[in-house]
């Protein structure tokens, strides 16, 4: 089975940076996007960065031009470098991957999550 460990969470003051990788390992034939969400307190889990597998890049509007999404296909991982990072940025980092397990079966995988809060 799929599994996606997440790293790069932590604390940082407003305008600084994070990188957060997640690395997927198991049986995955092949991947059909990967990305990350997020979840502060009382929200809803909201998609903030996607990249498929031609590459094409998608971005919650709240992020754009702030965030960066990429990938290792060789190390099948996926980043996202955040800079100038807000108070409202702060919350539960997930990773997900879309992809099939054989040639006709496909599933979404999650990550346990990294805390992001950014504070003075």
């Known amino acids: 089975q799929v599994q996606l460990v997440e790293s790069g969470g932590g604390w940082v003051q407003p305008g600084g940076s994070l990188r957060l990788s997640c690395a997927a390992s198991?049986?995955?034939?092949?991947?059909?996007?990967m990305g990350w969400y997020r979840q502060a307190p009382g929200n809803q889990r909201e998609l903030v960065a996607t990249?498929?597998?031609?590459?094409?890049?998608d971005y919650a509007d709240s992020v754009k031009g702030r965030f960066t999404i990429s990938r290792d296909n060789a190390k099948n991982t996926v980043h996202l470098q955040m800079n100038s990072l807000k108070p409202e940025d702060t919350a539960v980092y997930y990773c997900?991957?879309?992809?099939?397990?054989?040639?006709?079966?496909?599933?979404?995988?999650w990550g346990q999550g990294t805390q992001v809060t950014v504070s003075s």
């Open positions: 990249i498929n597998a031609g590459g094409g890049r």
């Open positions: 997900k991957l879309r992809g099939y397990s054989d040639y006709r079966n496909w599933d979404d995988w």
């Open positions: 198991g049986s995955i034939a092949s991947i059909v996007a």
